[in-house]
């Protein structure tokens, strides 16, 4: 018969202590009353402490939602001169590209402008194709589209 | 990187699932005056590695041609892996929008692997075992949709960062303690664990729905089971304790709650079915929704006094 390996689970040294049989009765420090009258104090104290951190977040949210809107104004302008300067460039390219083209006029189909009943410098908002005629896709602002993403 | 985090955090997860294992065992050992694992290598350290090999190297052969008998498994071991995303530990920051809606979409998809797993078996103890847990888990799936309601109210948002925002006055613990009772009890019971087990009742059923499973496959059940047990733990310490996931407070009341739900096990005896279900419609729920009409009336004053 093989050795056992390691030490033995041997009784502690007194032998046992004896079993407990007497019922034990539980303690309850905490009843069912006790815990109504804690929630009325706690209640009491503690919704004005909730009211005041609301209050804070309240206050964070209308100062959050105001810098949004004194910012947007700015935005719109940046947003603006960006398309601006894109049409521009988009016409250059255009230029330069029809050059050797006869009878091509620059932003018409052969002198045929686009919107027949609009003034000639109507600004009309252009479409995504138009702005980015001649553009890479790579070249496009990652955050136009990162919202899509995961 | 994310992807990479996400599998490490996953790694740490399942680490912690099995040492889990010998937590719960020597608790509950001690609990009822014995010793628990203490041979192998260093005082039993060891053991739940050798339990994994031992389940991982047992023989395997499928009960059922059908694909989804060990697809189920694996389908419900998947779900307890999203719900883990919502852990934004330091490597992975995912601060979604609507964190806490997800949350709740994704706990609640996880009655239908153990539909699957139960139907497939083609065994009456499992479908009786479904039928238990199915309906236990869905009734309290109202109390728990009810308690995520009210932190909502509190919040007024969806994000988990606001919780650690509304709680640097005073903890939830304190102010909302009915509320961690309930949500420890609903939680006990979405987790299948004593007192509220009744689907693994020995006299009557013999091992509720996995009876089927075995070696590998039954890794997949229990992994599940246990990750639950962990993210529970950790959802009790966001929403009541209030600490940030860096603290080292934050660890501390994570296995303090780990511990209370390992302890409950050894401490209470399985309740009667009847009685379980009895306190999900009559008692728990009307109870939560005064609680709801309460808090609706406090908010309502609150916004009164200051507009």
Same mark, same amino acid.
């Given at each position: 018969?093989?050795?056992?390996?390691?030490?033995?689970?041997?009784?502690?040294?007194?032998?046992?202590?004896?079993?407990?049989?007497?019922?034990?009765?539980?303690?309850?420090?905490?009843?069912?009353?006790?815990?109504?009258?804690?929630?009325?104090?706690?209640?009491? @104290?503690?919704?004005?402490?909730?009211?005041?951190?609301?209050?804070?977040?309240?206050?964070?949210? @209308?100062?959050?939602?105001?810098?949004?809107?004194?910012?947007?104004?700015?935005?719109?302008?940046?947003?603006?001169?960006?398309?601006?300067?894109?049409?521009?460039?988009?016409?250059?390219?255009?230029?330069?590209?029809?050059?050797?083209?006869?009878?091509?006029?620059?932003?018409?189909?052969?002198?045929?402008?686009?919107?027949?009943?609009?003034?000639?410098?109507?600004?009309?908002?252009?479409?995504?194709?138009?702005?980015?005629?001649?553009?890479?896709?790579?070249?496009?602002?990652?955050?136009?589209? @990162?919202?899509?993403?995961? | 990187?994310?992807?990479?985090?996400?599998?490490?955090?996953?790694?740490?997860?399942?680490?912690?699932?099995?040492?889990?294992?010998?937590?719960?065992?020597?608790?509950?050992?001690?609990?009822?005056?014995?010793?628990?694992?203490?041979?192998?290598?260093?005082?039993?350290?060891?053991?739940?590695?050798?339990?994994?090999?031992?389940?991982?190297?047992?023989?395997?052969?499928?009960?059922?041609?059908?694909?989804?008998?060990?697809?189920?498994?694996?389908?419900?071991?998947?779900?307890?892996?999203?719900?883990?995303?919502?852990?934004?530990?330091?490597?992975?920051?995912?601060?979604?929008?609507?964190?806490?809606?997800?949350?709740?979409?994704?706990?609640?998809?996880?009655?239908?692997?153990?539909?699957?797993?139960?139907?497939?078996?083609?065994?009456?103890?499992?479908?009786?075992?479904?039928?238990?847990?199915?309906?236990?888990?869905?009734?309290?799936?109202?109390?728990?949709?009810?308690?995520?309601?009210?932190?909502?109210?509190?919040?007024?948002?969806?994000?988990?960062?606001?919780?650690?925002?509304?709680?640097?006055?005073?903890?939830?613990?304190?102010?909302?303690?009915?509320?961690?009772?309930?949500?420890?009890?609903?939680?006990?019971?979405?987790?299948?664990?004593?007192?509220?087990?009744?689907?693994?009742?020995?006299?009557?059923?013999?091992?509720?729905?996995?009876?089927?499973?075995?070696?590998?496959?039954?890794?997949?059940?229990?992994?599940?089971?246990?990750?639950?047990?962990?993210?529970?733990?950790?959802?009790?310490?966001?929403?009541?304790?209030?600490?940030?996931?860096?603290?080292?407070?934050?660890?501390?009341?994570?296995?303090?709650?780990?511990?209370?739900?390992?302890?409950?096990?050894?401490?209470?005896?399985?309740?009667?079915?009847?009685?379980?279900?009895?306190?999900?419609?009559?008692?728990?729920?009307?109870?939560?929704?005064?609680?709801?009409?309460?808090?609706?009336?406090?908010?309502?004053?609150?916004?009164?006094?200051?507009?």
């Amino acid at each position: 018969m093989s050795k056992a390996k390691g030490p033995q689970d041997l009784p502690p040294k007194g032998g046992y202590i004896p079993f407990q049989i007497e019922r034990i009765k539980l303690r309850s420090i905490v009843t069912g009353k006790m815990g109504i009258g804690i929630f009325i104090a706690v209640n009491v @104290i503690g919704m004005p402490l909730y009211m005041r951190t609301w209050l804070r977040e309240r206050k964070h949210l @209308i100062e959050a939602r105001s810098r949004e809107l004194a910012t947007l104004p700015i935005l719109f302008a940046e947003n603006d001169r960006r398309t601006l300067k894109q049409l521009k460039h988009v016409r250059e390219v255009e230029a330069d590209v029809m050059k050797d083209f006869p009878y091509w006029e620059v932003g018409t189909f052969f002198g045929e402008p686009i919107y027949e009943d609009a003034q000639a410098d109507t600004y009309i908002k252009p479409i995504f194709g138009e702005l980015y005629v001649f553009t890479d896709p790579k070249d496009r602002p990652v955050l136009e589209h @990162i919202h899509l993403l995961p | 990187m994310f992807i990479f985090s996400y599998v490490l955090l996953m790694i740490m997860v399942m680490l912690s699932v099995a040492f889990l294992t010998l937590f719960e065992r020597k608790i509950l050992s001690y609990m009822q005056c014995r010793k628990g694992p203490n041979k192998l290598l260093f005082k039993g350290l060891f053991q739940p590695f050798s339990d994994m090999l031992k389940l991982i190297f047992k023989e395997m052969f499928y009960l059922s041609l059908n694909k989804m008998f060990y697809l189920g498994p694996m389908f419900m071991f998947y779900i307890s892996c999203l719900l883990w995303l919502v852990y934004p530990w330091i490597y992975m920051n995912n601060n979604m929008m609507y964190m806490m809606v997800y949350m709740l979409f994704i706990m609640s998809l996880n009655v239908y692997p153990i539909l699957i797993i139960s139907w497939i078996s083609m065994n009456n103890y499992s479908m009786m075992g479904l039928m238990r847990l199915i309906s236990q888990m869905i009734s309290f799936e109202v109390l728990i949709f009810l308690i995520f309601f009210m932190f909502l109210m509190i919040i007024e948002d969806f994000k988990f960062i606001k919780l650690f925002i509304y709680q640097m006055d005073s903890f939830f613990i304190i102010m909302y303690f009915p509320l961690y009772f309930m949500l420890l009890i609903s939680l006990l019971i979405d987790l299948n664990r004593v007192p509220f087990d009744l689907i693994e009742g020995e006299s009557e059923l013999v091992s509720g729905f996995n009876l089927e499973y075995y070696s590998s496959l039954f890794i997949y059940i229990f992994l599940s089971e246990y990750m639950n047990l962990l993210f529970m733990s950790m959802i009790l310490t966001i929403f009541f304790f209030g600490f940030y996931y860096w603290t080292i407070m934050f660890n501390l009341f994570y296995l303090m709650n780990l511990f209370l739900m390992v302890m409950i096990r050894g401490v209470l005896a399985r309740i009667r079915y009847d009685c379980l279900m009895y306190m999900c419609w009559m008692e728990m729920l009307v109870l939560m929704l005064f609680y709801l009409i309460y808090f609706y009336l406090i908010k309502e004053f609150i916004m009164l006094l200051n507009f």
